[in-house]
């Protein structure tokens, strides 16, 4: 069976940082291409990020409106995949989603971010 | 970006057919695929994949869904509704990144 458990959201002040951790199991993550999406208060999806897999030597690829601030990365030996996210704002409050491959069949159940003072 | 668009909201009586149509503002084909992909969202859960490549049911999903469309026009049919399909329905492309969502068809049932 196929899992991914995110972690690592919660209530942060703007400017500062979060990371947030991906989990798998059920699949070869170390063939997957991971992705972080996240959906906003208002029910809107947004994807963020994507990262290959060795074989396309870990290529990235951001959403233009929060590359600089936010860096996807991926431990192949823990099945894990991570979103380190800097000077967040208050527009980054959402639930965090990874997801593998596309189209995104599998979905973790979100770990929540809240920016706010 | 490619830009997806979405009536934000549908009802439907039970038993009846509910259409469910997504506008791209570019072309999503490539090499012979239409690479527009359907979720279903109810509330307090995460998105789950009903169609991929337009019109490829995902596993374990009920026949009563189906998709179909080409270049920029796409629509993802239930039919006939029941209850059960009270949620959240979004688009999304998957042929330029970045990967963009269209902004969601709530669909009621009556």
């Known amino acids: 069976e196929v899992q991914l458990v995110e972690t690592g959201g919660g209530l942060v002040q703007p400017g500062n940082s979060l990371k947030l951790s991906c989990a798998t199991s059920g699949f070869t993550f170390s063939t997957a291409w991971m992705n972080w999406i996240r959906q906003t208060p208002g029910k809107r999806l947004e994807w963020l990020a994507q990262i290959e897999d060795k074989s396309n030597n870990y290529f990235i690829s951001y959403l233009e409106s929060v590359k600089g601030r936010f860096t996807i990365s991926r431990d192949d030996s823990k099945s894990s995949v991570y979103l380190q996210m800097n000077n967040l704002k208050e527009e980054d409050t959402a639930i965090y989603y990874c997801?593998?491959?596309?189209?995104?069949?599998?979905w973790g159940q979100g770990t929540l971010v809240t920016v706010s003072s | 970006d490619i830009v997806l668009t979405q009536s934000p909201a549908l009802a439907v009586s039970l038993g009846q057919r509910a259409t469910i149509s997504c506008k791209t503002n570019q072309n999503v084909d490539y090499y012979g695929n239409s690479y527009m992909h359907w979720y279903q969202q109810k509330p307090g859960q995460q998105p789950k994949l009903l169609i991929y490549l337009a019109s490829n049911l995902a596993s374990g999903i009920p026949a009563r869904f189906s998709g179909r469309g080409s270049g920029t026009d796409f629509t993802l049919t239930i039919d006939p509704v029941e209850a059960d399909d009270t949620a959240t329905y979004y688009c999304?492309?998957?042929?330029?990144?970045?990967?963009?969502f269209g902004s969601g068809t709530k669909l009621e049932i009556k």
């Open positions: 999304q492309q998957s042929r330029n990144l970045p990967f963009t």
């Open positions: 997801t593998h491959n596309n189209p995104f069949a599998y």
